[in-house]
């Protein structure tokens, strides 16, 4: 099995269970993210839902619970987990082969008397580059569609609210001459159930919106947002790189499952904190569009979006759930890290048995 092809089964594997582990904090947090909150004695044009902050990030997710069961934490949960094992395996398989690269190279300029043989911080940033603009480019659809499962209930109960503003609105201005009508729509509005929204449901409204074009929403800031895992493996490699180091001249052997668990942790609060704005920008352009007239509430494109949050949101809006991110994130990439290391030299010890047993056939 060679090097890249090793690796990107590992990532898929390990990208699957820190998935399950922390869906539903990223279920809350996509959710966060897409909230709009105006900023404080401002108001959206045509009225609008400015949405409402309701408590942290465990009080939200027993909320959550409390409205829509357990189900509603892993909402999208089935094509998530599609993604993750595509995104990973993509990323790690053009990784590794990038990363070989690179450090063939470095070997190259040494035999020619430049540098000391490895590949440096550079080196990493242009490798993780490579492989997450691959990565993106391949995978943007699933995303798109997991986005619009993670907030459709959100959604729904903006509609709700926005109809249920219409007819009051409309009772109002009738000076409540009938006001039986309206206790009828009411009643018919209060009574409505939500949709079935699955997948399939998920790819006709997003086909319906913006046609094919639509799977790639969010996708600039998405590309952009590459220098994220940029950032971190460039922390991570290094960090390893002079751990590894220092255990080699001590003779300590390789790093444990804990330390690579460790600076997994501090390689993705780093890339996390860096580029967090436009992990919220790519979620409210992938989210279903704000009901009614209200363009306020609806982004044409990641400039508009832009420029919308800043004038109604303020710059607390780019960074909304931040937190839970946090939370989520960090513990997802360090679990991720372990069980990759631990799948990779799973996979390397399978191989050397598997060589020797046909050696020894043969």
Request: charged share 20%; with cysteine.
């Amino acid at each position: 099995m060679s090097d890249p092809l090793l690796n990107g089964l590992a990532g898929a594997g390990g990208g699957i269970v820190a998935q399950i582990i922390t869906y539903p904090l990223q279920t809350v947090n996509t959710r966060q993210q897409t909230e709009r909150v105006v900023k404080k004695g401002l108001t959206f044009p045509n009225g609008g839902a400015a949405g409402r902050v309701t408590g942290g990030t465990l009080m939200q997710i027993l909320q959550v619970i409390g409205s829509e069961g357990w189900g509603g934490l892993y909402s999208g949960l089935k094509p998530s987990l599609f993604g993750t094992a595509a995104s990973q395996g993509i990323y790690y398989y053009f990784y590794q082969a990038f990363k070989n690269r690179a450090e063939a190279i470095a070997v190259s300029r040494k035999k020619k008397g430049l540098g000391d043989g490895t590949a440096g911080m550079f080196s990493w940033l242009i490798v993780a580059a490579l492989a997450g603009s691959l990565n993106v480019l391949l995978t943007n659809p699933i995303w798109v569609l997991v986005t619009r499962m993670q907030t459709y209930t959100q959604a729904e109960k903006k509609i709700m609210e926005a109809k249920k503003e219409a007819i009051l609105r409309e009772a109002s201005e009738s000076g409540l001459a009938d006001l039986s009508i309206f206790q009828e729509k009411l009643a018919i509005l209060e009574a409505t159930k939500p949709r079935p929204y699955g997948t399939f449901q998920a790819v006709q409204e997003v086909f319906r919106e913006a046609g094919v074009a639509g799977f790639w929403k969010g996708i600039i800031p998405t590309l952009i947002m590459v220098c994220n895992p940029s950032i971190q493996f460039m922390i991570y490699e290094s960090s390893l790189k002079h751990l590894r180091a220092k255990r080699a001249l001590k003779k300590n052997g390789n790093a444990t499952s804990l330390e690579v668990f460790l600076l997994g942790a501090l390689a993705k609060l780093g890339a996390t904190v860096s580029t967090y704005p436009l992990l919220v920008v790519k979620s409210r352009l992938q989210a279903k569009q704000e009901i009614g007239e209200n363009n306020a509430l609806r982004y044409k494109g990641t400039v508009d979006a832009l420029i919308k949050m800043i004038r109604y949101e303020g710059l607390r809006g780019f960074y909304k759930g931040m937190s839970t991110k946090i939370l989520q994130s960090v513990f997802a990439a360090s679990v991720l890290f372990m069980i990759k290391e631990e799948l990779v030299k799973a996979f390397q010890l399978l191989a050397d048995r598997s060589r020797k047993v046909l050696s020894n056939v043969l």
